[in-house]
């Protein structure tokens, strides 16, 4: 959810798919990449990363930057002066309850867009039943899916299923369970690996 | 290990832009790219 690579990637993969232009059924699965954040930081995305890597305040605003224009490259306007870093498992926990009416897709780019281009929070659970509300789902009922982690399990099996896999970074593609994909590679990656499943399970 | 986590090949180049961790990694050739685009903009 807070992983700059994941939205550009998703972006790359979104090409990609087009590109190879047959069907393709996508799940995106959890995966925490800062467990231990909490919910309110007191403070940025250049704080909390100058804090937690012990690097200058210009470099960690200098990579930002960066990471910025790449966005751009790909149509996303991320707003890193106005992010909430948080903790979110609880979004997590969100896009599997959406995952769980069939809606999994939508959810995820909401909450990506929410998080990166729109400067609202991803963390809290009125700010995330907000979102879902905004999206047509039932107040109650989300706010008592949230309330209770009932998903809560459902973001750890993903987590361990890819610990399981060995992944350690993401944005990471698991491709038709054989073929393993990792960072934000270029459409034509994706194209490619697609097509060589298409042609196997043809052969097969 | 069971059957839905068969070892996997992996595939596409090793230097793609992932995170890992708290960090998040920026590949020389995508910082290179971007000032090339500056470049073509004249924006530096």
Same mark, same amino acid.
């Given at each position: 959810m807070q992983c700059p690579w994941c939205y550009i990637g998703k972006r790359k993969f979104e090409a990609g798919a087009k590109e190879f232009g047959g069907d393709v059924e996508v799940e995106y699965h959890s995966f925490e990449?800062?467990?231990?954040?909490?919910? +309110?930081? +007191? $403070?940025t995305p250049v704080d909390y990363l100058s804090q937690r890597k012990g690097l200058p305040i210009a470099q960690v605003e200098q990579m930002l930057e960066r990471v910025t224009g790449i966005a751009k490259d790909v149509g996303l306007d991320y707003d890193y002066d106005h992010v909430h870093q948080t903790n979110t498992v609880i979004s997590h926990e969100l896009i599997h309850f959406a995952k769980s009416k069939g809606r999994q897709l939508e959810m995820k780019e909401r909450l990506l867009k929410a998080y990166?281009?729109? $400067?609202?929070?991803?963390?809290?659970i009125p700010d995330l039943v907000a979102i879902a509300v905004e999206l047509g789902y039932d107040e109650a009922e989300v706010t008592e899916a949230l309330e209770s982690h009932r998903f809560l399990a459902d973001v750890k099996a993903d987590v361990a299923l890819a610990q399981e896999y060995g992944?350690?970074?993401?944005?990471f593609f698991v491709i038709d369970g054989k073929y393993g994909v990792s960072g934000a590679q270029e459409a034509a990656t994706f194209a490619n690996v697609l097509q060589q499943v298409a042609s196997e399970r043809d052969a097969n | 290990m069971d059957a839905a986590t068969t070892p996997l090949t992996i595939v596409g180049s090793p230097d793609a832009a992932a995170c890992e961790g708290d960090f998040c990694e920026i590949p020389e050739h995508h910082t290179q790219a971007q000032v090339n685009r500056q470049l073509d903009a004249d924006l530096v």
């Open positions: 990449l800062s467990p231990d954040t909490p919910v +309110d930081f +007191d $403070g990166f281009v729109n $400067g609202e929070h991803v963390g809290r992944i350690q970074g993401v944005p | -």
